[in-house]
């Protein structure tokens, strides 16, 4: 940085001009706005848990997709809500999680029809 006083050039480091000794005043950070925490955004997270549970009870998957669409609604309104991510992988989790019952649930179908007799 550059000394205020008498335009020396001193090291960003230096709190002090190494030519004429004025205070050099360390830039203001903008570390602390951005260190800020983000608020939590309790659909997001409710979602991932769902997406993850959706993957073993199959119901939940569809909860998991509509938590998941509402956490990401928010965040798109509200850019300082957190979990974005969150609610994304709860809504993809959600329909993978459906997609896999719904074959599932396919193949068993197809599973009781070969047990129908052809006459
Ligand atoms: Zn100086």
Redesign the pocket.
């Known amino acids: 940085m550059y000394?205020p006083?008498?335009?020396?050039q001193?090291p960003d480091s230096s709190n002090f001009?190494v030519?004429?000794?004025?205070v050099l005043s360390a830039p203001v950070t903008s570390y602390t706005t951005a260190a800020v925490a983000k608020k939590s955004n309790p659909q997001a997270t409710t979602a991932l848990i769902l997406g993850i549970l959706g993957l073993f009870f199959g119901i939940v998957s569809i909860l998991a997709i509509i938590f998941g669409g509402i956490g990401i609604h928010q965040t798109n309104n509200d850019p300082d809500l957190g979990g974005r991510g969150a609610a994304v992988a709860g809504l993809v989790l959600g329909i993978i999680g459906t997609l896999g019952w719904v074959v599932i649930a396919f193949f068993y179908f197809i599973f009781l029809l070969s047990y129908i007799p052809y006459e």
Request: proline share 0%; hydrophobic share 10%; charged share 10%.
């Open positions: 000394c006083q008498c335009g020396r001193n001009c030519s004429c000794g004025a």
